[in-house]
């Protein structure tokens, strides 16, 4: 069962990579220029002696175009003779200072012929990489070509005559410039050699390394800057039977202010004879978070199922992997911040109890307030002062923790800048806090609103006490009156299109245990169209092929603006499965998540999702998490253990019987069939007449309301947005690389 455990791990997994962020460049009147990229021969000397880098070439005819988001487009090749042999091939855009890209390729024919590319492959949706004139900063590759060393979507085209793509550009995101010259860092950084692999033939994943020794492996630390050679090393007990992965990792929370310019000299050395590195295979280095880690890869190393700067059979037998490497780290240009024009969601955030019972009887989420709390918050705006207080009914018999908040799309974009004055009153007397206890603000989620910002002035039973439990002993109005002074980083030009409200959408439940029994979303391998997999239930694989394991699950189609439900039912999570707890020792999932075909759009937008196990509510989410790494679809993540941008879950016993997820969509414009009031008005009275009858048929839905659930988290200041390791493309385990 162990093989079958691993075969499952090996065919359900992804690699995710982040791109570094460029300076601006604006688009053409007529959108971004696009080509189809080639190399390949004309004839069999195999002397590399035809292609097309966007350049006109003897014998190839280029097809071209300019792009804008929600454009369709038509690029492509046509040779005098036919294709002897195919190096590479990949469409192209170029564009200077993209952050975010998002596009569909709908058709690819050779000699007019539709081929089905397998867009499964490849560690990102699209990357810079220079192409003839264009540099590695103005020349970004998409998904669906050909790479004799790398991804072949599609098999090589030998032997035709015309290719032809057909691409629709979605939505393109812009940085603004900076307003100065990359620099040189100074900073120290530690780092270390990331690995996974097996010491012996069981081929069980039995050796891995994120900065932690164990009995198999020896690593070690070291500082990493600018100029400066470092050498790191792991050391293995015994020989290495089989190496998943392994490369140079340096940890920062702060890799998307490295600037392109960024370069490492590396050399690797393997029981101390030096072994050639392939620096063609991939990128020189790029953002990835590795075990607890957030930070940067760096080339030079292997992995099973993506980049391999070095072959596997380098390492096998050895006991020492070592490497050279010298950086040249250049910080990105500080971009001015400007001052706020945004409105923001204001509110006292408050945990405590009501009566002597200590069972944290009273709260105020954001949203909803325990009985005997009265809430007022505030729509505000940078340089207006506000308002926001609580009233008890009864004086509190202990506060845990308060604190003024803003609810904010992404903290990420909050300059440092950014600053609040803060008055703090209790029953109307102005109380004096102590400014130099903590920040003055910083990110944090807040009860109801995951994406959120804390301001100075509040308690914390487990931290930061501006204000101490003797100032709020018998109050009965706790008020902050605030100056905010909010500044944000230069803006994106974002282009958005509209998604089609003529359209039915859909949604499916999600799920990954320890124990890899899972349900992948839909557009996965192993999902909706895979004919081999019964889609309706759980399952496992062994070998190659999918074992149903039961359970039913209920989709839901969407179509107009309400609340929405999938499920799965029937399924014993408490059980074992080989020998083995089901959720494991730690009762968890390794992924519950909803995957939709909803458009990455800002024009819908999922909010008020609410988690029900066992017909149990645990959690409820205002604004959740939309993976980053899905550029297509919207997946919501409610629990994925290796992204570090999830809040904790609170607790939850494993579900014996069902597992629900409910969610509001909003964008479409009219309601949902059945959230309108014409269907009850119709049911009640058969005799409303037509004018009545749309009226009520133009009522929004109530939507749904948040609960009153509050986590007690402390978490640190969220200083970048940092894309995680994602398993399996949602549903599907990955060693970790």
């Known amino acids: 069962m162990k093989m079958k455990k691993l075969l499952a791990v090996l065919l359900c997994l992804s690699m995710v990579v982040s791109l570094c962020v460029f300076s601006a460049s604006a688009a053409e009147d007529d959108g971004y220029y696009m080509f189809l990229a080639y190399g390949g021969d004309k004839d069999a000397s195999g002397d590399w002696g035809w292609g097309y880098t966007g350049t006109d070439v003897d014998g190839i005819t280029a097809t071209t175009a300019y792009a804008s988001a929600g454009d369709t487009v038509t690029i492509g090749l046509t040779f005098d003779t036919p294709v002897v042999y195919t190096w590479y091939m990949a469409p192209v855009i170029v564009a200077e200072g993209v952050t975010a890209l998002e596009y569909t390729i709908d058709s690819i024919t050779l000699d007019g012929a539709e081929v089905t590319p397998d867009l499964t492959l490849g560690d990102s949706e699209w990357w810079y990489e220079g192409t003839g004139d264009y540099t590695s900063t103005q020349s970004i590759r998409l998904k669906g070509g050909y790479n004799e060393w790398a991804d072949a979507y599609i098999a090589s085209p030998e032997g035709v005559s015309e290719i032809v793509y057909t691409i629709t550009i979605t939505s393109i995101t812009v940085s603004a410039s900076a307003s100065s010259e990359p620099t040189l860092s100074t900073e120290v950084y530690q780092g270390f050699i990331a690995y996974g692999g097996d010491l012996a033939e069981e081929n069980d994943w039995g050796v891995q390394y994120y900065g932690e020794d164990s009995d198999a492996v020896t690593g070690e630390w070291v500082d990493f800057q600018s100029g400066e050679t470092t050498t790191v090393s792991l050391t293995f007990t015994t020989p290495i039977v089989n190496a998943w992965f392994f490369a140079p990792f340096i940890v920062t929370d702060d890799a998307s202010s490295f600037d392109s310019s960024t370069s490492f000299e590396v050399k690797c050395y393997v029981d101390g004879v030096e072994v050639e590195i ?36 380098a390492v096998i037998g050895a006991t020492t992997i070592t490497y050279e490497i010298t950086p040249t780290i250049y910080i990105a240009g500080a971009a001015e911040a400007q001052e706020s024009t945004d409105e923001y969601y204001a509110y006292i955030v408050y945990g405590g109890d009501k009566d002597a019972s200590g069972d944290w009887a009273a709260s105020f989420d954001g949203g909803t307030a325990s009985d005997g709390i009265t809430a007022t918050t505030a729509t505000i705006k940078s340089g207006e002062s506000f308002e926001i207080a609580l009233t008890f009914d009864t004086a509190p018999v202990y506060v845990w923790y308060v604190s003024p908040v803003i609810a904010v799309d992404d903290p990420s974009v909050i300059d440092a800048s950014t600053y609040f004055e803060v008055e703090v009153y209790i029953d109307g007397e102005l109380v004096e806090y102590d400014a130099a206890a903590g920040d003055n603000w910083w990110a944090e989620s807040s009860g109801a609103y995951s994406n959120a910002i804390r301001i100075a002035g509040g308690y914390n039973e487990w931290g930061t006490q501006y204000i101490s439990q003797d100032d709020m002993a018998e109050m009965t109005e706790l008020k902050y009156i605030i100056t905010p002074h909010i500044y944000v980083g230069a803006t994106e030009e974002t282009v958005d299109v509209p998604f089609d409200t003529t359209q039915t959408y859909h949604a499916y439940l999600g799920v990954q245990t320890p124990t ?219 060693k970790e690389n």
Do not use: H
């Open 278 to 313: 392939d620096f063609s295979a991939g990128d020189n280095w790029w953002e990835e978070a590795t075990g607890d880690y957030n930070g940067i890869r760096i080339a030079g190393g292997y992995n099973e199922w993506g980049t391999q700067y070095i072959s596997d059979e």
């Open 516 to 734: 890899w029994i899972f349900r992948n979303a839909w557009y996965d391998s192993y999902g909706l169209d895979d004919e081999a997999v019964d889609f309706s239930q759980l399952g496992y694989v062994d070998g190659s092929t999918w074992v149903a394991q039961g359970g039913t699950f209920t989709d839901t189609e969407i179509y107009g603006d309400g609340t929405y439900s999938v499920t799965l039912e029937g399924f014993d999570f408490s059980g074992t499965f080989d020998g083995e707890a089901i959720l494991g020792s730690d009762v968890a999932f390794n992924l519950l998540f909803v995957s939709t075909d909803l458009p990455k759009s800002d024009s819908v937008t999922i909010s008020d999702v609410v988690l029900i196990m066992d017909g149990k509510t645990i959690t409820t989410i205002a604004t959740p998490t939309i993976d980053p790494d899905q550029t297509e679809y919207q997946t919501v993540q409610l629990i994925n253990i290796w992204s570090s941008a999830l809040d904790e879950m609170p607790y939850y016993a494993a579900p014996t019987t069902s597992i629900e997820i409910q969610f509001t969509v909003s964008g479409f414009g009219f309601d949902k069939e059945g959230d309108s009031t014409t269907d009850e008005t119709e049911a009640t009275d058969a005799a409303t007449d037509a004018t009545d009858a749309a009226d009520d048929t133009d009522s929004s839905s109530g939507g749904l309301s948040t609960g009153a659930i509050v986590a007690i988290v402390i978490v640190a200041v969220v200083a970048v947005v940092v894309i995680a390791v994602v398993c399996g493309k949602m549903a599907s385990k990955k």
